[in-house]
């Protein structure tokens, strides 16, 4: 067989996509960690024997795309094929080689069949710890954030390492649950291998090149012919995020996108140089976010294997913050990389509106980490995530409290809850944040949570960690509107009702309260233009207050219900036209 027709195509093509999701299940199922099993940090992807990527797991944080397809290249130059026999597990956690951050660690298995290599599968997971500092951006290299795993073999020829895993449990805060969730890694890659062999007997294969051709070939052509549908040109915006760590200096991300024909190439050229805190970004990493950019705009349907970055190239110069040398210090990645969608929807926003969203309130998300002993004497090392307001598209308003471009999921309340000492008083839908807009942003979330006393709290202290912008209209990094839309508000922290930055390590008592709301998306479109109905059904909904619906949307309501002053609020928006220069969108 040289062809595959197209529906057997597709057949198979799903075969993969349920083979590398059963192995995510088996990951789940087995790890110890809430990372994994609550929040869904991490990924797993089959490769051909090449080392290209076919496939990885449906739920997966975008920051994966551009990092996995040179994965698995990186542990082949370190370990050719020929070097390796079945029952090989190989592992490496650099920043350089692997996704970007010493926290996740990659474990890939070949998949043999008939005595030969036709591929291989990966599974890679964010861990609770790595050791190194508590986690912050404070970092001044990589040196201080933790072990380095260079690449070698965990498992060989199906016997465990033993001293590489006793090396890791010696140096981590919660070595139970890091050393678990290592073990679910490789037991995901043994889910994908059995898969795999399994469905090349079925159907009487010697191995999966056919397949990889195809499938590669159909995403690239997939890509390229949507690519061809927007307009050639160059399409410019930059971003300026707040300065960092002990820094005094802002953080410029500037991008010069050029469209020619079915290509698309994006150049950071001009941000900022690296900085001295945890925030770096690896160029594979910048390569996710900006191709996740692109493909989410244009071509989302087709799932994702290494065709769909070949009409992409990325640009940063070495040694900026989008294109960082070792030993800087990369933590906190996510706290620039977030930004990039942002960066290129707001530069394509001319040229294909209907296709962007305004800035969303959950770049990047608020992530606390609590580091501490319950009254029990139980240690625990645990993280809460937070999530803002999605932005407004074109089409429809944004989602409430939704991660983006992050994927991951919201932790419940009970998790934290029962993983750590802290008690949540408030947890709710936060009013007026939301960005107006003809299509409003989504609201944000305000979070109280306290360390209580007695039993149920803790006599020593918690150390805990709250990583995030803060993004406040009032701020240098606010959540900004698209074509007339507003920013998006809130993202505001207390600490026993005293105004703190977010980014710091705070050492908790019994009896602290930590209160935050995170930020509403940007609205799209102007205010004035959006349904009256609309505004009154938010009011109603304790989204947007009476006296918001007043000042942002020239909604005047009356009485306990919400009734629209038809007569007042038309000479209100009448007396208040759109600034002069706002393009107003076309309803579609």
Not at 195 to 209: C, H, I, N, T, W
Not at 254 to 260: A, D, F, G, Q
């Amino acid at each position: 067989m040289d062809k595959l027709d197209p529906i057997f195509t597709k057949v198979l093509w799903s075969r993969l996509i349920s083979i590398v999701d059963e192995a995510a299940t088996g990951l789940v199922r087995t790890a110890y960690s809430l990372v994994v099993r609550d929040f869904h940090d991490y990924c797993v992807a089959l490769y051909d024997a090449e080392g290209d990527m076919l496939v990885h797991s449906t739920k997966s944080t975008p920051g994966f795309i551009g990092i996995m397809p040179p994965l698995m290249k990186n542990f082949l130059a370190a370990m050719p094929v020929e070097t390796l026999a079945d029952g090989d597990v190989l592992v490496t956690n650099d920043p350089w080689l692997a996704t970007s951050h010493n926290l996740d660690i990659s474990v890939a298995s070949p998949i043999f069949y008939d005595g030969s290599v036709i591929g291989f599968a990966v599974c890679v997971v964010h861990h609770l710890d790595i050791g190194g500092r508590m986690a912050c951006i404070d970092s001044r290299d990589m040196y201080e954030e933790g072990l380095k795993i260079p690449i070698l073999k965990l498992y060989e020829g199906g016997r465990r390492n033993d001293t590489a895993f006793a090396f890791l449990g010696a140096n981590v805060r919660a070595p139970v649950k890091v050393q678990g969730d290592l073990r679910s890694q490789v037991v995901s890659n043994n889910v994908c291998i059995r898969g795999v062999q399994k469905m090349v007997a079925e159907y009487g294969f010697r191995d999966l090149s056919l397949l990889a051709k195809t499938i590669i070939g159909m995403s690239e052509h997939s890509l390229r012919a949507q690519i061809r549908k927007l307009p050639n040109g160059t399409y410019r915006h930059r971003l300026r995020l707040p300065p960092v760590g002990g820094s005094q200096a802002s953080v410029d991300l500037v991008l010069t996108m050029e469209v020619h024909d079915d290509g698309i190439l994006l150049d950071y050229g001009g941000s900022s140089q690296e900085v001295a805190a945890a925030v770096n970004v690896t160029l594979p990493m910048t390569m996710s976010y900006s191709a996740y950019s692109i493909k989410v705009a244009l071509d989302p349907a087709v799932p994702n294997n290494i065709g769909c970055l070949r009409p992409i190239e990325v640009r940063a110069p070495l040694g900026s913050v989008l294109n960082c040398r070792p030993p800087a210090p990369t933590w906190a990645r996510s706290m620039v990389s977030h930004s990039l969608p942002e960066l290129v929807f707001a530069a394509l926003a001319d040229a294909m509106p209907e296709h962007t969203i305004a800035a969303c309130g959950s770049t990047p998300l608020t992530l606390m980490t609590f580091n501490g002993r319950k009254h029990n004497g139980e240690q625990f090392l645990a993280v809460a995530s937070h999530i803002g307001g999605f932005g407004a598209s074109f089409q429809a308003d944004g989602y409430p409290c939704l991660p983006f471009p992050n994927n991951t999921a919201v932790i419940p309340v009970e998790v934290t809850e029962n993983e750590t000492c802290m008690l949540y008083l408030k947890k709710e839908f936060a009013v007026d944040t939301a960005g107006p807009g003809r299509h409003r942003g989504g609201v944000g979330e305000e979070v109280v949570m306290i360390v209580p006393e007695g039993d149920q709290g803790t006599d020593l202290p918690v150390t805990t960690s709250i990583r995030g912008w803060g993004r406040s209209p009032e701020s240098s990094y606010p959540v900004l509107g698209l074509l007339g839309g507003q920013p998006g508000r809130g993202g505001h922290l207390t600490l026993n009702n005293k105004l703190e930055s977010q980014n710091q390590v705070f050492s908790l008592r019994s009896g602290d309260v930590i209160r935050l709301t995170t930020p509403g998306g940007g609205g799209f479109g102007d205010p004035l233009d959006r349904d009256p109905e609309l505004v009154r059904q938010d009011a109603l909904a304790g989204l947007v207050s009476m006296s918001a619906a007043r000042t942002d949307y020239g909604i005047i309501l009356n009485g306990e219900n919400f009734t629209i002053d038809q007569a007042a609020s038309a000479a209100l928006r009448q007396a208040r036209p759109p600034k002069a220069g706002v393009a107003r969108p076309r309803s579609p």
